[in-house]
């Protein structure tokens, strides 16, 4: 991946104010241009690609009836403003990550990503299946938003480091770039968690103004350049299991959309959760052979010492995240109710087909 390469008469006058009323997308001969700002890099592989992606399904899916134009990062509105500008209706649509929210409410978290929480697969099931995508629409509508899965990364590296991690007290006084409450739980145990958007990251590292960092994985690493500034890459990502990426719609433009189009931006965007999830299953394997073979990155695995730990200070700061409002407890009690059931099966399959596979026997 590359970092270069995201009317007269008064009848008329009625029909004006009818479409200013809903975030005044373009309408012309029955066609609307929306307004797609995200919170990622012009063109980054993976992300960047994944809202255009999406932006250019709906298009293409309604024959040009909706023409959603891109915006990336800072074309329009900087990063962590997309929210604000589809909430208000600057902008029509956002793709971003839900935890950039949480100075709007906590239980945008959940639709991330929380420590220890859902993979990929379950945060599927827990949204389409479980109860999930309505809790979402409750929330995200007190802000004049409908939200959409639109993507997702997998389990997420545990990040970069200017030195090792052999204890918990290594983390003490780390400025670490960690957004969500995966910085809350880095934060209970010393650390000093920064929230960066993902174009800021590399320079803070150069500079020093950050000692570390968590982004996604090998392949989105490999295309930042992080190998140029720190060689320690740790695993497991304990912060982000399964992150799912989102597509909101301001509400009062996806109200105004005819039924077929509504259904076009909801297959639209699962179209794109699930094509993304493959793309990285597919980019990360050869990307970290790259950076350990071609760039000399040191691989290293948190002891189960560290991750006991981080797992004791994620339990604290879920139950502290839970009991500060009704929404946000009503939210975590849905979402831990479904991962005691998740786990369960989980261990069942999965986890249990991955140890059978590790057998010592000849396949190819």
Request: some cysteine.
């Amino acid at each position: 991946m590359k970092r270069r390469d995201f009317l007269a008469g008064a009848a008329s006058g009625v029909a004006v104010g009818a479409a200013a009323a809903v975030s005044s997308p373009a309408i012309a001969s029955g066609k609307r241009t929306l307004k797609m700002v995200t919170t990622w890099p012009k063109n980054f592989p993976g992300l960047g690609t994944g809202a255009a992606r999406a932006a250019k399904r709906i298009t293409d899916m309604t024959d040009g009836q909706l023409t959603v134009k891109l915006f990336a990062a800072g074309e329009l509105v900087p990063a962590l403003e997309a929210f604000d500008a589809v909430s208000s209706g600057t902008a029509d649509m956002y793709h971003g990550a839900e935890y950039y929210w949480q100075g709007k409410h906590k239980a945008f978290n959940f639709f991330t990503a929380v420590p220890f929480g859902l993979t990929a697969g379950e945060m599927d099931a827990w949204i389409h299946h479980a109860g999930g995508q309505e809790l979402w629409d409750e929330l995200a509508a007190g802000f004049n938003v409908k939200p959409f899965a639109c993507g997702n990364t997998g389990v997420q590296m545990g990040g970069w480091f200017n030195k090792e991690i052999n204890t918990v007290e290594d983390l003490k006084g780390l400025k670490i770039r960690m957004p969500g409450l995966g910085g809350e739980v880095l934060r209970k145990l010393g650390a000093a968690a920064i929230t960066l958007p993902g174009g800021e990251i590399f320079p803070s590292l150069q500079s020093g103004a950050i000692d570390a960092t968590e982004w996604v994985g090998p392949w989105n690493d490999l295309a930042f350049g992080f190998y140029k500034t720190t060689k320690f890459y740790y695993y497991p990502g304990f912060h982000e299991p399964g992150s799912t990426l989102s597509c909101g719609v301001n509400l009062d433009v996806w109200k105004s959309l005819s039924p077929m189009h509504q259904e076009i931006v909801r297959n639209a965007t699962m179209a794109e959760n699930n094509y993304m999830m493959a793309e990285f299953n597919a980019r990360n394997g050869d990307s970290l052979d790259v950076l350990l073979n071609k760039h000399g990155v040191q691989l290293r695995k948190f002891s189960d010492d560290v991750m006991t730990k981080i797992g004791e200070a994620s339990g604290e700061v879920m139950r502290e995240v839970a009991a500060s409002d009704e929404m946000t407890g009503k939210v975590f009690k849905h979402f831990a109710d479904f991962r005691k059931k998740a786990m369960r099966w989980s261990d069942m399959s999965e986890n249990a087909y991955w140890d059978s596979r590790r057998l010592p026997f000849k396949y190819d």
